[in-house]
């Protein structure tokens, strides 16, 4: 990776996963210049207070750039990309950052025509609850996984450009499907934000949510971490990736259900075979993590 460098890159959507891209790469020296593109100039200019990019850009800046990072709600993506369609030069890699790829590809396909070749679809399993470029930081990717959905359409050239911008970030390359991506993290991480985000509503919305939150302590602080999260992005998921999302919601309640019925019997053997099977499953997952 060391003599990985690319020109010129363009963030689309300075936040958290644009920014840390932005850090990474400058940390990694494997770019030249860094250009800003959003929809908010006042963030941008943040972003290039704080050195995250080093110009705030505009759409003609795609045309000679060697990458292209799309990262903002996957619900914007599609009338992002017809934007910048009509200026993308012959030679310009596009990936984006987006949490779910069926709908994301769908709309490339329709936004992208014939260039539809110079997009490489990814999404950067690194992530935090905070947002804004003001939370970016370079070490965002390093040891994490990136999936990378491949079209037909992709070169091997362009497949090569969009694993080592994510390799010389730190992150650890894997390929899917996109069907495959969005029904594997509708389980493991759409539905616990979904979870999250509706039980701190839920609690919030009653007559004694004053004392329920002054009484919680680290246990509930950890279940709803991810409740922080920004809720346009996740607003976007959750409707991008419903029908997967609805199958793990249907599977959690069937789940919850049969936990209710261990409770009303007041099944002990039962209750604990369930947590001891859940603590043993977690652990086995952590594990290789906290080496
Ligand atoms: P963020 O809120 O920190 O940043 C999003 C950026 O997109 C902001 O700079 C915002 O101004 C910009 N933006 C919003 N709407 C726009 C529009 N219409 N046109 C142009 N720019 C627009 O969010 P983030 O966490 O950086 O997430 C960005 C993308 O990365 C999303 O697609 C998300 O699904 C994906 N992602 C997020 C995480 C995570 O945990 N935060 C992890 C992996 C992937």
Not at 51 to 71: F, Q
Not at 140 to 163: C, G, H, M, S, W
């Amino acid at each position: 990776m060391a003599d990985f460098k690319l020109d010129k890159v363009v963030i689309y959507g300075v936040g958290l996963i644009g920014g840390s891209f932005a850090l990474a790469l400058k940390q990694s020296s494997a770019v030249g210049e860094v250009v800003g593109l959003g929809r908010s100039s006042a963030s941008l200019e943040v972003a290039q207070g704080l050195g995250v990019i080093d110009r705030v850009g505009e759409l003609a800046d795609v045309r000679d750039a060697d990458l292209v990072l799309l990262a903002m709600p996957v619900g914007k993506m599609e009338a992002v990309m017809a934007a910048i369609a009509p200026h993308l030069g012959d030679k310009t890699i596009v990936v984006d950052a987006g949490s779910t790829k069926q709908d994301v590809v769908a709309a490339a396909q329709r936004a992208f025509g014939n260039k539809l070749a110079q997009f490489v679809p990814c999404h950067p399993i690194a992530g935090a609850e905070k947002s804004g470029a003001s939370a970016a930081h370079a070490r965002l990717y390093i040891d994490k996984r990136v999936i990378v959905t491949p079209l037909q359409e992709n070169t091997p050239f362009a497949i090569a450009i969009a694993e080592a911008a994510w390799t010389v970030c730190g992150g650890d390359v894997s390929v899917m499907t996109p069907a495959q991506h969005d029904a594997v993290f509708a389980a493991v991480s759409h539905l616990p934000h979904l979870l999250a985000f509706t039980l701190v509503d839920a609690l919030a919305k009653r007559p004694d949510a004053a004392e329920l939150f002054a009484n919680a302590g680290a246990g509930f602080r950890d279940f709803t971490r991810i409740a922080s999260s920004n809720p346009e992005m996740w607003r976007d998921i959750c409707v991008a990736n419903r029908s997967a999302l609805i199958a793990e919601v249907d599977q959690y309640m069937t789940a919850l259900l049969q936990a209710r019925v261990l409770l009303a019997e007041a099944d002990a053997e039962g209750l604990e075979s369930t947590f001891a099977n859940a603590r043993e499953a977690r652990n086995a997952w952590l594990e290789p993590l906290e080496k």
